[in-house]
């Protein structure tokens, strides 16, 4: 495992929750991180770098006030998802914004994040990029990334097709860098499998969505409670990259699902979508992950159930440990027996 020392005592699990694009609002963020995870906001959610400056000193100063009523307890970080291809100068602008505010985990989504990278590093921070493919994440870690989040099949807003199963294991026999395993978690069980599969952090979006901070439209919570993977439709042609989509959220704004419309060129977009309509705005998407959400708790309940499940998964793994040394030990006794 390759997670930080420091960043993992700050957390009560190892888990983020993901930066997401209108969706992740600085109530989400600040309640991930005062939970004990990752709390993560996407730049691109603030209509200017003033704006978000003041997101990030009011999740700063709830944080501080935090750790001043309880010095025990366990504040996550917040992370910060860039675009990759802003000019320099202004990139290394929002870096300096972000790490004067106690930032210092950068996520990167699309894109090479070379440039980035390089920025990031030269600021003093670490970064997260976003990958669906074995190439994909060679390409991230030529570009000299910090961690890797591998996206396997049934994520949400950004999926890949491999099974998790393959995706995690393989790109860590090749990456000792930290591993984050996103698609599809909704549980603490499934936090701990991240781990045993050789994942550092669990990556979750589609489940904190359902939660009363997110201030999403009441009718997605209510889509995210009554649909099931059966209702997601994975396509490239609502935002110009492969995603689940809610049916339901399209089938309401007359989309023929049949007939799509087609991007025009590659990379996020939505021009090529009828008047009015915009990936995550009012066109939702969600990971495989919804066949277990049916309620809409604050993100305080849900990061406490999770815990449970998740203490209980380990004590579940451990006693079969245990079982399995008992029976080695035992097979063991009977054949120095058998040869006495």
Not at 76 to 84: E, H, I, Q, W
Not at 130 to 141: E, L, Q
Not at 257 to 267: D, I, S, T, W, Y
Not at 320 to 332: N, P
Request: glycine share 10%; charged share 20%.
């Amino acid at each position: 495992m390759a997670l930080d020392s420091k960043l993992r005592a700050s957390l009560v699990l190892p888990a983020v929750c993901a930066p997401m694009f209108l969706v992740s609002n600085p109530e989400l963020a600040r309640e991930a991180c005062l939970a004990g995870l990752v709390g993560a906001l996407p730049r691109a959610n603030a209509r200017s770098l003033d704006i978000f400056e003041g997101w990030l000193g009011d999740i700063e100063a709830a944080r501080a006030a935090a750790r001043k009523a309880d010095p025990a307890a366990r504040i996550g970080p917040l992370a910060v998802n860039l675009l990759t291809r802003l000019p320099v100068a202004e990139l290394d602008h929002e870096i300096e914004v972000c790490m004067r505010h106690g930032v210092e985990i950068f996520i990167s989504a699309t894109g090479n994040p070379a440039q980035v990278a390089a920025r990031v590093h030269a600021a003093g921070g670490r970064i997260f990029h976003d990958v669906t493919s074995f190439k994909f994440a060679r390409k991230a870690i030529d570009a000299g990334v910090d961690g890797l989040t591998c996206i396997g099949a049934g994520g949400g807003g950004h999926s890949g097709t491999i099974n998790h199963l393959a995706l995690i294991p393989r790109i860590r026999r090749i990456f000792d860098g930290t591993l984050l395993m996103a698609g599809g978690i909704a549980t603490g069980a499934a936090i701990r499998a991240a781990e045993v599969l050789g994942a550092d952090l669990a990556y979750m979006g589609t489940r904190f969505i359902a939660t009363r901070e997110s201030g999403v439209d009441p009718a997605y919570h209510q889509m995210l409670v009554e649909s099931t993977s059966a209702d997601l439709l994975y396509t490239a042609r609502i935002s110009g990259i492969p995603a689940n989509w809610m049916v339901k959220s399209m089938e309401r704004l007359g989309l023929d699902l049949a007939n799509l419309p087609v991007p025009g060129g590659k990379g996020v977009s939505h021009d090529h979508l009828p008047q009015g309509m915009q990936p995550w705005k009012n066109l939702w998407s969600a990971g495989q992950g919804v066949d277990l959400i049916d309620d809409i708790p604050s993100v305080a309940e849900l990061v406490a159930r999770l815990r449970r499940e998740y203490v209980a998964a380990c004590e579940t793994a451990s006693m079969a440990d245990i079982a399995r040394l008992a029976d080695q030990a035992e097979q063991q006794s009977r054949s120095d027996a058998a040869r006495h």
